[in-house]
C-alpha cells in the first residue's frame, strides 16, 4: 500500500512568515512529486511540481525534495492570508497519483 | 476550452437510488481519471482512462461504480444502489501522456468536482 503522510495541521503562521510544510512517502520507486492547493469547497490545483533531488523556486514557493529520506517540502514565503488552504502532497511512482491527507495552512493578518 | 467540466456540481439523493455524474476533460488531454474525496482526507483514486481503454481500477472500488468513457471524450461515473458511505466530493482530472506507454509527469488537471449527499 503506497502511503504519503502529511502532519494534517492546523498550521499557523502570521502574515509575511514562511510557512513550511513536510511530507513523506512509503514507495521508495516514486519518481513525480506534487504540492496541490485545495481552498474549502473546491477542487485541488497544482502549484509545484518536483522531480529530482534539491531545490525547486517559484515565486514564493520552493519546493524540496530528498528521495534518500523520502522526504518532499514545500515553503512558502512573504505567506498572505490568501494562502490560508489545505497543501495537498501528491506523489506518483507509476499510476495512479496518491494523495496525503493534505495541511490546512492559516495564515494570520 | 476552459478545463475540466462535471455535472451536476451537486446531487441529492435517497438510498438506494442510481446517481450518474458526466466529465468533460481537457480537449487535448487523453486520460481522465476520477478520485473521491471526503472531508478531512486526500482525494482517493478510483480509476482512470487512456482515451477509451480503462486501465486501471481501484481494489477498493464496490461493483456498485462502473465508468464509461465511450469515446475516449467525456467520461460517466455511476453509482447504482446508493449507501450513506458514498456521500463524498467525486472528483474528475485529466491529463496528457503521449502514448500508452509514454511517461506522463502526472500532472493533473481538476474539474470542481460533484458532491453526492446520499440520505
Known amino acids: 500500500q503506497k502511503e504519503v503522510e502529511q502532519n494534517s495541521g492546523p498550521l499557523s503562521v502570521p502574515e509575511g512568515a514562511i510557512a513550511s510544510l513536510n511530507c513523506t512517502y512509503s514507495?521508495?520507486?516514486?519518481?513525480?512529486f506534487f504540492w496541490y492547493r485545495q481552498y474549502s469547497g473546491k477542487s485541488p490545483e497544482l502549484i509545484m511540481s518536483i522531480y529530482s533531488n534539491g531545490d525547486k523556486e517559484d515565486g514564493r514557493f520552493t519546493a524540496q525534495l530528498n528521495k534518500a529520506s523520502q522526504y518532499v517540502s514545500l515553503l512558502i514565503r512573504d505567506s498572505q492570508p490568501s494562502d490560508s488552504a489545505t497543501y495537498l502532497c501528491?506523489?506518483?511512482?507509476?499510476?495512479?497519483?496518491?494523495f496525503g491527507k493534505g495541511t490546512r495552512l492559516s495564515v494570520i493578518a | 476550452d476552459t478545463g475540466v467540466s462535471q455535472d451536476p456540481r451537486h446531487k441529492i439523493t435517497k438510498r438506494g437510488q442510481n446517481v450518474t455524474f458526466r466529465c468533460d476533460p481537457i480537449?487535448?488531454?487523453?486520460?481522465l481519471y476520477w478520485y473521491r474525496q471526503t472531508l478531512g482526507q486526500g482525494p482517493e483514486f478510483l480509476t482512470y482512462?487512456?482515451?477509451?481503454?480503462?486501465?486501471?481500477k481501484s481494489r477498493l472500488l464496490s461493483d456498485r461504480f462502473s465508468a464509461e468513457r465511450p469515446k475516449g471524450s467525456f467520461s460517466t461515473l455511476e453509482i447504482q444502489r446508493t449507501e450513506q458511505g458514498d456521500s463524498a466530493m467525486y472528483l474528475c482530472?485529466?491529463?496528457?501522456?503521449?502514448?500508452?506507454?509514454?511517461?506522463?509527469?502526472?500532472?493533473?488537471?481538476f474539474g470542481e468536482g460533484s458532491r453526492l449527499t446520499v440520505l
Open positions: 501528491a506523489v506518483k511512482g507509476g499510476t495512479p497519483l496518491v
Open positions: 514507495d521508495r520507486v516514486s519518481q513525480s
Open positions: 482530472a485529466s491529463s496528457f501522456t503521449p502514448g500508452l506507454a509514454g511517461a506522463n509527469t502526472g500532472e493533473l488537471f
Open positions: 482512462f487512456q482515451n477509451e481503454a480503462q486501465l486501471e
Open positions: 480537449s487535448e488531454h487523453n486520460r
